[in-house]
């Protein structure tokens, strides 16, 4: 028999540690032992009141997802919006869009730590087969397109500092595949964090850039007009920045996330820190990134002629070797975190809606359709990026476009599940809440029928 070593208790909720388990279920078991004890760390700081102890061990998804999904697609549109528009009316507009994905992610940080069931594993549950495959098939087209944008990041910055796009690829392979190692979500989650913090390499290098600081507090008091009106130009660069803030995988990822952590509905406070500090770190990073760029606005510069590490080029004038070389880090950095959350998410729809094992906290033996979907969408998404005289920039603006278009389905399942009283009971909306998320959907939903009505009509000015 097993040694029981403690027990915790969370409220209600009791379990054992054991010291030891046996058998053919040993695998299993260590896995249910290494989250109890990261319970019963949760549960002694709540007891000493060391709340920003409490706070450390529960942060994590909010922050991963977020600067995740400032991803070197998202990077590279913030750029091209710098370098086209400058700040003026996208610095406010940007932020804007943060606030909304905040209110997205709080939904999802709630069904995962009340239900205990990933996003693609309830849909499976409360629609049934049709719409749970639905969802998940949707999920990893969408994913594998954007992990090929990851990789163009990637070979973006890297081709800064001379290193062949196949070398960049092969490279950043074998450093994801590192981060899958750990057979542990808590130590996977802290190391793909240090790395994500890179992503506020953008800060410096909007200070590198000397911008006009009197305009860019300007363009948050005023909110000034889109530059040109609404034309089939600035509503790609106005869907593309929306698709780089609330996108359909953030979703599947931060639920199933917060259930891999173990979070349970004692801890959505924490998960609401965690996700808006994290939306405050991205948001951050986002401006910075316009702002550096838009030097190049000012002085009428095409960061075109660059190739493909344009932007990190053409800002060397500007903010020196060193801007320029943080710039490309920064892009380089935004792809190998979202390559590592995006596969993620995958690998959790995957299993969740085709009932497998699927979890960091275990082996590759344990869960290998899990790992097998995750390293195929990998290898495969890099492979494609590798190829000679891929259209990088191009690319990058059209998948962000079609993650605005893939939302509102996404949205409305989301409010579906988020106001079912026998999942949530007292965690389900409020009027107030579901006033906010009916609101981010009308916003998305509005964007791309603005996208729709241009692709139609290019002539069309508003």
Known sequence: MPEEAETGREGNLEWPVFRDRVGPAGAANREDTARALDRLRVLRARRGSRWLHLAWLLIGPGILVMLGENDAPSMLSYAATGSRFGTGFFLPFVLLTFVMAFVAQEITVRLGAVSKAGHAELIYQRFGRFWGNLAMIDLLFTNFLTLVTEFVGIVAGAGFFGVPGCVAVAGSILVITGAYSFRRYWVWERTVLVLALFNLVFIPVALMSHPDWGAVARSFLTFG??????????????????????????????????????????????????????????????????????????????????????????????????????????????????????????????????????????????????????????????????????????????????????????????????????????????????????????????????????????????
């Open 225 to 462: 007009p889109l530059p040109g009106g609404l034309n089939p130009t600035t509503i790609l660069i106005l869907l593309s920045d929306i698709g780089a803030t609330i996108t359909p995988w953030m979703l599947f990822f931060q639920q199933s996330a917060v259930v891999d952590k173990g979070l349970s509905s004692h801890d959505v406070n924490q998960g609401r820190l965690d996700t808006a500090l994290g939306a405050f770190l991205a948001a951050i990073a986002a401006i910075a990134a316009i702002i550096a760029t838009s030097s190049l606005y000012l002085h009428h510069m095409d960061a075109g002629q660059f190739g493909a590490a344009r932007f990190a080029q053409a800002l060397v004038p500007y903010a020196g070797r060193s801007g320029g070389a943080l710039f490309a880090l920064g892009i380089l950095e935004a792809g190998l975190v979202a390559a590592t959350t995006i596969a993620t998410s995958s690998a959790y729809a995957y299993t969740e809606v085709r009932a497998q094992a699927g979890s960091l906290n275990k082996s590759f033996q344990e869960a290998k359709p899990f790992y097998g979907i995750l390293f195929a969408a990998l290898l495969a998404a890099g492979g494609i990026v590798a190829l000679p005289g891929f259209p990088l920039i191009y690319v990058v603006l059209v998948v962000n476009v079609l993650a605005v278009l893939t939302m509102p389905p996404a949205i409305a399942f989301l409010l579906l599940l988020v106001n079912d009283h026998e999942i949530m009971g007292e965690h389900k909306n409020t009027w107030l809440l579901n006033t906010m998320g009916i609101g981010v959907a009308a916003f998305v939903s509005l964007a791309g029928l603005l996208y729709a009505l241009t692709t139609v009509f290019p002539r069309l000015h508003l």
